[in-house]
Nanobody, 126 residues
Framework: QVQLVESGGGLVQAGGSLRLSCAAS????????MGWFRQAPGKEREFVAA????????FYADSVKGRFTISRDNAKNTVYLQMNSLKPEDTAVYYC???????????????????WGQGTQVTVSS
C-alpha cells in the first residue's frame, strides 16, 4: 500500500510559479515510478508529467513541456512538480499517482497507476 498527500497548490497570477509536492508513505518510495495528472472542471483527467523510480527518466505532456519540471527526492519520499510561466489554462486539480507496472519508465497512462492522492487545487488568474 502507498499513501500520497499533495500540497503546494494555490492561487497565482499568469506568468507566476508554484511548486507542488507529493509526500508518499507505505512501500519503499524508490521502488516505484510516479506521475502528476490534472483535471479541470468539465474536462477529463489528463497526464502532466511522470518520472521513473530513480528519476533518470521523465516525460511531459506537450502542453507543459519547457514550463514544468518533475523531480523526486527518494531520501524524503517526495515527488515535486515545479510549475513556471503558468497560464490560466493550467487551472485544475492536480493529482499525484504512484506505482505503475514498470518502475523503470515514466508512465503516461493514468489507468496504469495504482495509488492516487486527494488532489490540490491550482488556480491561475489572467
Amino acid at each position: 500500500q502507498v499513501q500520497l498527500v499533495e500540497s503546494g497548490g494555490g492561487l497565482v497570477q499568469a506568468g507566476g510559479s508554484l511548486r507542488l509536492s507529493c509526500a508518499a508513505s507505505g512501500r519503499t518510495f524508490s521502488s516505484y515510478a510516479m506521475g502528476w495528472f490534472r483535471q479541470a472542471p468539465g474536462k477529463e483527467r489528463e497526464f502532466v508529467a511522470a518520472i521513473s523510480w530513480s528519476g533518470g527518466s521523465t516525460f511531459y505532456a506537450d502542453s507543459v513541456k519547457g514550463r514544468f519540471t518533475i523531480s523526486r527526492d527518494n531520501a524524503k519520499n517526495t515527488v515535486y512538480l515545479q510549475m513556471n510561466s503558468l497560464k490560466p489554462e493550467d487551472t485544475a486539480v492536480y493529482y499525484c499517482a504512484a506505482d505503475p507496472p514498470q518502475p523503470f519508465i515514466a508512465t503516461t497512462t493514468g489507468s496504469e497507476y495504482d495509488y492516487w492522492g486527494q488532489g490540490t487545487q491550482v488556480t491561475v488568474s489572467s
